[in-house]
């Protein structure tokens, strides 16, 4: 697959994994879409990616709102006329025990998570399915396997997960690639606005990001396994171990897990 002077559009571009697949895409000569909640950073977003000379243009969209994931796709019309390749990465996390989670938390993790992949992939797909193009799913470990204090987060992604699995075989013989590419732990700001229980930003991360893949490494990644059209992309030793292990030993892998996240700076488990 050639990108040169493609459409790509990429959800939740303002900063992290979306930030940097809009910059590595478009130094392929792609020309880029990008969304975000917020105009500043939308606006400061698109100036980096003008510096690097790509060609660019975003629109304020959020990823939970049908109507916003219509008029995105539209845009990106009116923009360059074509759309060859969506990049579903606009997502926020959680961290909270279950019995302590606002319910209010949850709808909105999977409005944004889960929602927001089916609504943009449904309005981009007559586009994707006309060029032969191809759907991404940035998903997560948590995709295939669950962790305690993040039931909404991993409620999402297993759907997404689910979705892209079932939209994969539908199209596959139309000439659609999908990929679902499940970044391990990733140096970036989701973990610092995770919601906690009562919807409130969690504020600085409980994790060392020092030994973290960066945003860029998973871009690029992402970027060659779209190139080479792969089905699933699973990143780090760390998701490819716990892959496996949920596979084959599940019951070990939950005294793993739970032991993980006892350890952690302010554990939910007393």
């Given at each position: ?166 939209l994969r075989t539908e199209v596959m013989k139309r000439g659609v690639h999908v990929l679902v590419a499940c970044p391990g732990f990733t140096a970036s700001n989701i973990r610092n606005n995770a919601l906690t229980a009562d919807g409130s930003a969690q ?10 893949m960066t945003a860029t490494e998973v871009a690029t990644e992402m970027l060659n396994a779209t190139l080479k059209r792969k089905r699933d992309l699973i990143l780090t030793r760390q998701g490819k171990l716990a892959s496996f292990l949920n596979k084959w ?22």
């Amino acid at each position: 697959m050639n990108l040169k002077d493609k459409v790509v559009i990429v959800t939740g571009a303002t900063s992290g994994i979306g930030e940097a697949c809009a910059k590595v895409f478009g130094l392929e000569g792609a020309k880029v879409i990008i969304t975000g909640r917020n105009q500043v950073k939308l606006d400061n977003t698109l100036i980096k990616l003008q510096n690097f000379g790509i060609d660019c243009a975003g629109i304020l969209a959020d990823a939970g709102n049908e109507e916003d994931n219509r008029k995105m796709a539209e845009f990106a019309m009116e923009q360059y006329g074509r759309i060859d390749v969506l990049i579903n990465n606009a997502g926020i996390s959680m961290r909270a025990l279950f019995e302590d989670l606002d319910l209010d938390v949850f709808r909105k993790v999977m409005d944004t998570n889960f929602w927001g992949t089916v609504y943009a992939t449904k309005f981009c797909l007559p586009e994707i399915l006309k060029n032969k193009g191809s759907i991404i799913g940035v998903s997560s470990v948590n995709g295939f396997r669950g962790t305690p204090a993040r039931t909404a987060y991993t409620a999402s992604k297993f759907a997404m997960n689910g979705f892209f699995e079932s939209l994969r075989t539908e199209v596959m013989k139309r000439g659609v690639h999908v990929l679902v590419a499940c970044p391990g732990f990733t140096a970036s700001n989701i973990r610092n606005n995770a919601l906690t229980a009562d919807g409130s930003a969690q504020g600085e991360s409980p994790r060392d990001e020092d030994d973290m893949m960066t945003a860029t490494e998973v871009a690029t990644e992402m970027l060659n396994a779209t190139l080479k059209r792969k089905r699933d992309l699973i990143l780090t030793r760390q998701g490819k171990l716990a892959s496996f292990l949920n596979k084959w030993m599940p019951g070990m892998m939950d005294k793993i897990v739970y032991n993980h996240m006892a350890k952690e700076k302010d554990s939910p488990f007393k």
